[in-house]
């Protein structure tokens, strides 16, 4: 008897309790050549070039909905000069040791910023 009540009450209490699920992440990764191409061509972002050693990813609507993408860039042979973020794209500016600007074949990964709770 004392098992059904506790079960009972238990039941109830967890029937008030809200399930909270995470929004779903989705995470977006490509392959750029030099010329500002996609080496594997998808609907989640496009990929514009346009002065040397600047790229701009930019992700499709609805890729990045409630915060703005964290990019990592993986230059092939050179050295990731800065990346700007904000809601929709990622402007990639590629360098040598030196500073100057060039033109590269680059891996990225692009994840949406954790939310604080």
């Given at each position: 008897?004392?098992?059904?009540i506790v079960f009972v009450i238990l039941l109830a ?105």
């Amino acid at each position: 008897m004392k098992i059904s009540i506790v079960f009972v009450i238990l039941l109830a209490v967890l029937s008030q309790v809200a399930v909270i699920k995470p929004a779903q992440a989705q995470t977006v990764a490509g392959n750029v050549n030099a010329n500002g191409t996609s080496q594997t061509p998808t609907n989640a972002f496009t990929i514009s070039h346009p002065s040397t050693g600047r790229y701009i990813i930019t992700f499709a609507p609805g890729v990045f909905t409630r915060t703005f993408p964290v990019c990592i860039v993986m230059p092939l042979s050179a050295v990731v000069y800065s990346i700007f973020q904000n809601f929709s794209n990622c402007d990639v500016t590629i360098s040598d040791l030196e500073g100057n600007l060039f033109d590269d074949v680059f891996n990225f990964i692009a994840a949406p910023l954790t939310e604080s709770r």
